[in-house]
Nanobody, 124 residues
Framework: QVQLVESGGGLEQAGGSLRLSCAAS????????MGWYRQYPGKQRELVAS???????NYADSVKGRFTISRDAAKNNVYLQMNRLKPEDTAVYYC??????????????????WGQGTQVTVSS
């Protein structure tokens, strides 16, 4: 099995910074991409930033220039550095990994995994 564990959320004032971390563990063969999504109450989850195995990055327009996604491929970790936070960044943030893992029968399978979510609250 595969697990994604997030950390680093919390309460911050507008203009401040937070850093989210996500560690993927388990019987992982290859990670194709990892990303961060956020979800507002009553809304669908939306992409914040993603990074591929080739280190190509993609950002939502609303966070460009403020957030930076990075990864430690050796540890299967991904990070989101969030600077110049705004109240509208308040949401639950989820880590996502698109990967190949080996199941109990030894078969390689593609899958998307999600973390449990971490709350980010930005006060004005």
């Amino acid at each position: 099995q595969v697990q994604l564990v997030e950390s680093g959320g919390g309460l911050e004032q507008a203009g401040g910074s937070l850093r989210l971390s996500c560690a993927a563990s388990g019987n992982i063969f290859r990670i194709n991409a990892m990303g961060w999504y956020r979800q507002y109450p009553g809304k669908q989850r939306e992409l914040v930033a993603s990074i591929t195995s080739g280190a190509s990055t993609n950002y939502a327009d609303s966070v460009k220039g403020r957030f930076t996604i990075s990864r430690d491929a050796a540890k299967n970790n991904v990070y989101l550095q969030m600077n110049r936070l705004k109240p509208e960044d308040t949401a639950v943030y989820y880590c996502n990994a698109n990967l190949v893992f080996r199941d109990h029968s030894g078969t390689y399978r593609f899958a998307d995994y999600w973390g449990q979510g971490t709350q980010v609250t930005v006060s004005s």
